[in-house]
């Protein structure tokens, strides 16, 4: 279906039929725009930037690109094309219509996990906020706004589910998600993967490469669900998602890149001393990056998860695609855990063990691009591997919280982990050489940071030098 750009808040969903909603969400949209201002990019709202803006949810509507002020960005309401004759494809309603409105048994619930969604989406646009002052290039600036200017409207995409479906409380919570900032000590964000820092430019690649794939694998989980309008609205989310985790993938690729050809041309491991990220350096923000995105998917045994599952809130990812009864009340899971000082592996109910089921598929896709980013490494001749930690590794949520695990997986005591945690994780040391390397935005048409390799192509075949960011 294709967009209505003609309204204030561009739709898909007739907004114009409920006058309502259509008021309550006008009433809403400039307290978005205040916080964007005061939490969006900083210093950065007059600019001219090259975005491509959404013109209907079909494959092809992705077509247009021009340059836009942030600010005008038209953040709108879009849901994939209703599926006819939908039904909830698991649990106890399985075989059910899907539902076009919320259950009233499932109202607390449904609110909840639409919140925590909603809630990272402002929460990594306040995290990224300072990251425009230190561009390695123009090319970058412009996807660090156009992946901001998306979660501003993934926001929207869940504030209009409350709006619309959860009623005075809804609205609420629509504007709690406004009060609540990343790191704010008093009114933190939910999870905790949104409350750390996004200090620089190689955390902000991992951020997108792990962290978005969480967004990945939540959203297409939640894309699974028996109540129509989330289903709807997380799938087209997902179309969007695959850019940021585009962007945070070829970062990385491009800085190993660049590092490998400092490392031929220099003979030495340490690139440091011509400006560039070790490879050990680069090790270790993944060990961070890839830890703290574990956390996102819950405990290994988790009673919601069941819940949410056997309720047909939640289902796995690709649930339709897998061939079971979609109900599990007799399955087992293969769950590893800490028991007892050890890591163990113990079979468990499958309905419990759904977040380790999540969990387990997002690390799978987590390890394809490092067999990418090894590649690089490989061809240049360099004998190193980047790897995945142990998924025990530095976890603050679920079974591993309570025990110190080397990246390798072995448990360790507080003594060992003391000792070698500037092995496993980046030092301040670490932090500060990097930051050092970006003490200021490289604005020059195609022009990159010594440290970073330029794209192989550009956004949308534009060529090298092309102003994807205009300063008036
Ligand atoms: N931090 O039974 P459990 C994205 C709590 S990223 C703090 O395992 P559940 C994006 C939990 O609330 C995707 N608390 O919980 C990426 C529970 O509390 P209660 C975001 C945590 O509910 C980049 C207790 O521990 N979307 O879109 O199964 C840029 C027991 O745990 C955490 C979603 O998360 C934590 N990490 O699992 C922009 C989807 N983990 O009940 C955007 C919606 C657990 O004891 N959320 N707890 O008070 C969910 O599906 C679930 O809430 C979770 C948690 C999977 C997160
Ligand atoms: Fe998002
Ligand atoms: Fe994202």
């Not at 504007?175 to 790191?183: D, F, K, N």
């Not at 820092?197 to 969480?214: G, H, I, V």
Request: hydrophobic share 40%; with cysteine; net charge negative.
């Amino acid at each position: 279906m294709s967009i209505n750009y003609s309204e204030k808040i561009p739709n898909n969903v007739d907004l114009a039929s409920d006058r309502r909603l259509q008021r309550a969400l006008e009433n809403w949209q400039p307290a978005y725009l205040q916080w964007w201002k005061d939490m969006g990019p900083e210093g950065a709202q007059a600019f001219d930037v090259y975005l491509r803006t959404a013109i209907s949810t079909d494959a092809n509507g992705w077509a247009q690109f021009g340059h836009v002020k942030m600010p005008d960005y038209r953040w709108g309401i879009f849901l994939a094309d209703r599926e006819a004759d939908r039904k909830v494809n698991f649990g106890e309603q399985m075989g059910m219509p899907a539902w076009q409105d919320v259950p009233g048994e499932h109202r607390a619930t449904l609110r909840r996990l639409i919140v925590t969604q909603g809630d990272t989406e402002p929460a990594s646009v306040e995290q990224q906020r300072m990251l425009g002052k230190t561009a390695p290039s123009l090319y970058d600036l412009r996807n660090l706004f156009q992946i901001n200017v998306e979660e501003g409207r993934h926001l929207w995409a869940m504030v209009y589910l409350l709006h619309a479906y959860f009623g005075r409380d809804g609205r609420e919570e629509a504007e709690a998600m406004l009060e609540r900032h990343s790191g704010d000590p008093d009114k933190p964000r939910i999870l905790g993967a949104f409350n750390e820092e996004t200090p620089d430019w190689l955390s902000f690649f991992m951020f997108t490469y792990f962290t978005d794939r969480d967004g990945k694998y939540q959203l297409a989980s939640l894309a699974e669900s028996g109540f129509d309008p989330l289903a709807r609205t997380c799938k087209f989310m997902l179309t969007e998602e695959a850019h940021h985790m585009f962007v945070g993938e070829t970062g990385i690729s491009r800085i190993l890149q660049r590092t490998c050809d400092l490392m031929r041309e220099h003979k030495t491991d340490d690139v440091r001393a011509f400006g560039g990220i070790d490879l050990s350096t680069m090790q270790k923000y993944l060990n961070f990056h890839f830890s703290v995105s574990l956390d996102l998917f819950g405990q290994e045994l988790s009673t919601n998860a069941a819940n949410y599952y056997t309720a047909g809130i939640k289902g796995r990812f690709l649930e339709t695609r897998i061939a079971d009864d979609h109900k599990l009340a007799d399955t087992t899971y293969r769950v590893t855990t800490f028991r007892d000082g050890g890591i163990v592996e113990t079979d468990a109910p499958a309905l419990t063990a759904l977040n380790e089921r999540l969990r387990q598929d997002y690390i799978e896709d987590c390890a394809r691009g490092l067999v990418r980013w090894n590649k690089i490494i490989e061809k240049a001749g360099i004998n190193f591997e980047l790897k995945l930690p142990h998924r025990g590794f530095h976890r603050a949520i679920g079974a591993f919280s309570g025990a110190h695990v080397s990246p390798d997986g072995k448990v360790l005591s507080d003594a060992e982990w003391r000792e070698n945690k500037h092995r496993f994780l980046p030092s301040d040391e670490d932090r500060a050489y990097v930051t050092s390397l970006m003490s200021a935005a490289v604005i020059e048409p195609g022009k990159f940071a010594n440290w970073i390799a330029p794209p192989a192509r550009g956004i949308n075949n534009q060529p090298g030098e092309f102003e994807y960011v205009r300063f008036n």
